[in-house]
């Protein structure tokens, strides 16, 4: 285990190389739950965020996500990302790496809200997975059956035995459309049980070294050999 802004994390369940095959070849399940989650509601939401961000936002579809870069800190040299995911025109998430979850939590109290804005931090309410690999779809697929999957930068915002749930492939840490990786995200008090439902269904665990070997692999510009 390892610790990672505040939050225990499997630095690893086997060797490194095994879990990046996994990831490559079969499918491979990472718990994303310490990703920064914040939901944003009201009138004027969008125009409220292009402000907060400093940026021109798309007048996106309902179930769209939309990147922007950010930079982690002013003393870092690397940049990541935020996703925003507009659930209706007033309804959006904001998704960001844990990394920089506190500075956009600084942002959002930063910019005084619209009277009719509510802004919630729900990290700690919703876990988060991504399932990475070829076998991806077909382990979704046996999970929730009947349920479409998203195409990149979009997701899918539905319910499964009562429970509010969001599927979709976001890129939250830089991933190609190559990779097939998607994100899975649910009430926390149900977080251990639609893990166990994956890996029943032929996910594999595997931690937080591969996935960052995997965004390694990412700064080389070039397809991926057999593992």
């Known amino acids: 285990m390892l610790e990672n802004v505040g939050w225990s994390l499997p630095h690893s369940f086997r060797s490194l190389l095994d879990e990046h095959a996994i990831a490559r070849k079969h499918c491979a399940i990472f718990d994303i739950s310490h990703s920064a989650k914040f939901l944003i509601t009201g009138h004027g939401v969008l125009s409220w965020l292009a402000r907060v961000f400093r940026a021109r936002l798309p007048i996106c579809r309902d179930g769209s996500c939309v990147r922007l870069p950010f930079a ?5 040299a690397t940049d990541s990302s935020i996703c925003l995911l507009r659930c209706s025109a007033g309804s959006f998430y904001v998704m960001s790496p844990a990394e920089t979850g506190h500075r956009i939590g600084e942002l959002l109290r930063s ?13 700690e309410e919703w876990c988060g997975m991504v399932l990475m690999g070829p076998g991806a779809a077909q382990v979704i ?7 479409e999957l998203p195409e ?10 009562g429970e509010e749930l969001l599927l979709g492939r976001l890129s939250l840490d830089g991933e190609l459309p190559e990779e ?6 649910c009430p926390a008090i149900s977080g251990i049980s639609r893990y166990e439902a994956f890996l029943a269904s032929g996910a594999q665990p595997c931690g937080y070294a591969a ?7 990412r700064l080389r510009p070039r397809s991926f050999p057999p593992v």
């Open 211 to 217: 996935r960052a070997m995997l965004r390694l692999e």
């Open 152 to 161: 990149p930068l979009r997701f899918t915002h539905f319910y499964d035995q």
């Open 111 to 123: 910019e005084p809200p619209l009277s009719s804005l509510e802004i919630h931090d729900v990290t």
């Open 72 to 76: 982690k800190d002013s003393s870092s």
């Open 180 to 185: 097939e990786a998607y994100e899975f995200f």
């Open 141 to 147: 697929g046996s999970v929730l059956a009947g349920h």
